[in-house]
């Protein structure tokens, strides 16, 4: 997958999306009225308000984050010091999550308020490379826009979800029945844009992965330090993950799909030492197949499938 079939997808699903929803509110616009798309824009607009606003604070609280000083992590601090620098964007905030599991994740509103964490159990579990991996996979996030893109492009369902039941409930009389229409209508944008959401999220951990490649040059480093994250979450009690599971759309990997991905990379371990390097990267990459019903479950993950992450490594 080249660069630039990654940003003609990208292009494209962004003006399906977009299409989707301008169509909706062009059927309420004709069959009930105008102030009802005024009704729908001001409730986008402020749904992106308060993800814009209340967006880092909630991912803090709900990570349990602890911002650290250079003195107190200055391995950390050095890796995304020069990561940075490299990605020549402004040095973000340096956070540790107390989440039990093994994991990195990037949020903040723009670049220049950027916030990367990991969790004290990536720490122990990964080697210093393959820390750095991640860390070059989180600062590729905060580069891309990630947050930004995300939170505008989510906003859609929300969109249709509210017209679905706007126009089912709260519509009474002679326009009733186009009211109906137009819920289904909703209902059904409702769970085509929810799945276009999803796969620009995969396209965005694509990137990611390719910023790290970049930012490294070791990309077999990342995939290294995914397996490792998902080996170590495979073994975590499930009630465990399950508190961390809301959080897992901003993580390097699904935490959900911990057993999956350990399962379909474990032949990748040919030395089974709990590591890849770059040897095994690249015969795990030549053999390994993506099968019907792992394609059919990444449609509704937030991460691609992770034997296709590693084949897209293995070519960077």
Same mark, same amino acid.
């Not at 393959?130 to 995300?150: G, T």
């Not at 965005?204 to 397996?227: F, K, N």
């Given at each position: 997958?080249? +660069? *630039? ?22 059927l309420?616009?004709?069959?009930? !009225?105008?102030?009802?798309? *005024? ?30 000083e250079?003195?107190e992590?200055?391995?950390l601090? %050095?890796?995304?010091? #020069? ?11 340096? !956070?540790i999550?107390?989440m ?7 949020? =903040?509103? $723009?670049?220049?308020? =950027? ?13 210093r490379? #393959? ?8 600062? $590729? ?18 969109i %249709? ?8 409930? =709260?519509?009474? !009389?002679?326009?009733?029945? /186009?009211?109906? %229409? *137009?819920?289904?209508v909703?209902?059904?944008v409702?769970?085509?844009? /929810?799945?276009?959401?999803l ?14 490649? #970049? ?14 994250? $998902? ?10 993950i399950?508190? $961390? #599971?809301g959080?897992?759309?901003?993580? %390097?990997s ?19 030492d ?13 053999r390994a ?12 993950? +937030? ?14």
């Amino acid at each position: 997958m080249s +660069t *630039i079939w990654l940003k003609l997808r990208m292009a494209l699903v962004l003006g399906l999306l977009f299409g989707l929803i301008y169509a909706l509110l062009v059927l309420v616009m004709v069959l009930v !009225g105008f102030g009802t798309p *005024i009704l729908f824009a001001l409730f986008a607009v402020a749904i992106i308000l308060i993800q814009y606003v209340s967006g880092p604070k909630a991912v803090e609280w709900s990570a349990r984050v602890r911002y650290v000083e250079p003195h107190e992590e200055p391995e950390l601090h %050095a890796m995304v010091d #020069e990561l940075a620098m490299k990605a020549k964007i402004p040095k973000p905030k340096v !956070g540790i999550s107390d989440m039990p599991i093994a994991n990195a994740f990037a949020f =903040g509103r $723009s670049k220049k308020s =950027g916030r990367v964490c990991v969790t004290r159990r990536l720490m122990q579990r990964l080697d210093r490379d #393959e820390l750095k991996a991640v860390l070059a996979h989180e600062l $590729s996030h905060i580069k891309h826009r990630d947050m930004a893109v995300v939170t505008m492009v989510s906003v859609i369902p929300m969109i %249709a979800y509210f017209a679905f039941w706007s126009m089912l409930w =709260g519509r009474r !009389g002679r326009s009733s029945g /186009n009211a109906v %229409a *137009i819920a289904l209508v909703a209902l059904v944008v409702y769970f085509i844009s /929810n799945l276009l959401v999803l796969y620009v999220s995969r396209i965005r951990e694509y990137y990611a992965d390719q910023g790290a490649a #970049e930012l490294t040059g070791q990309p077999h480093y990342l995939a290294s330090a995914l397996y490792r994250i $998902s080996y170590d979450t495979a073994v975590i009690d499930r009630r465990q993950i399950k508190g $961390s #599971e809301g959080m897992k759309a901003f993580f %390097a990997s699904d935490i959900s799909r911990a057993s999956k991905d350990v399962t379909e990379l474990r032949d990748a371990d040919v030395n089974q030492d709990g590591h890849l390097d770059r040897d095994e990267v690249q015969l795990f990459a030549q053999r390994a197949n993506v099968k019907g019903t792992a394609r059919m479950l990444e449609l509704m993950s +937030t991460h691609p499938n992770m034997v296709k992450r590693v084949q897209r490594l293995s070519k960077l």
